[in-house]
């Protein structure tokens, strides 16, 4: 089973980009869905993409699409989460999770995924 490790959070202001790194300390990310996730003190958990790492189109939470863009990285077995036009809203710890469950389907839903990482903070100032 593979073990998420997340970096590249930061302060940023706003109408900035980042980008977040989830990689694993184990396993390759072969046969497993991948998701980032969100969360802002005071709010539940927030879907925000999702990609099957053996191929099939990503997909985003409303509130990302169009700034944010998932992508795999095989060579060097992590994912990635590009993030621009940065907002203030988009304060929050994000959240590196995979599944390889049966039928590994990439899903916006907090429990298809049982492996996560421990996250890493993103700050916007506006």
């Known amino acids: 089973q593979v073990e998420l490790v997340e970096s590249g959070g930061g302060l940023v202001q706003a109408g900035g980009s980042l980008t977040l790194s989830c990689a694993s300390s184990?396993?390759?990310?072969?046969?497993?869905?991948m998701s980032w996730f969100r969360q802002a003190p005071g709010k539940e958990r927030e879907f925000v993409a999702a990609?099957?790492?053996?191929?099939?189109?990503?997909f985003y939470g409303d509130s990302v699409k169009g700034r944010f863009t998932i992508s795999g990285d095989n060579t060097k077995n992590t994912v990635r989460l590009q993030m621009n036009s940065l907002k203030p809203e988009d304060t929050a710890n994000y959240y590196c999770?995979?599944?390889?469950?049966?039928?590994?389907?990439?899903?916006?839903?907090?429990?298809?995924?049982?492996?996560w990482g421990q996250g890493t903070q993103v700050a916007v100032s506006s």
């Open positions: 184990g396993r390759t990310f072969s046969g497993y869905s």
């Open positions: 999770a995979a599944t390889s469950r049966s039928p590994v389907l990439p899903t916006n839903l907090l429990s298809g995924y049982d492996i």
């Open positions: 990609i099957r790492w053996s191929g099939g189109a990503p």
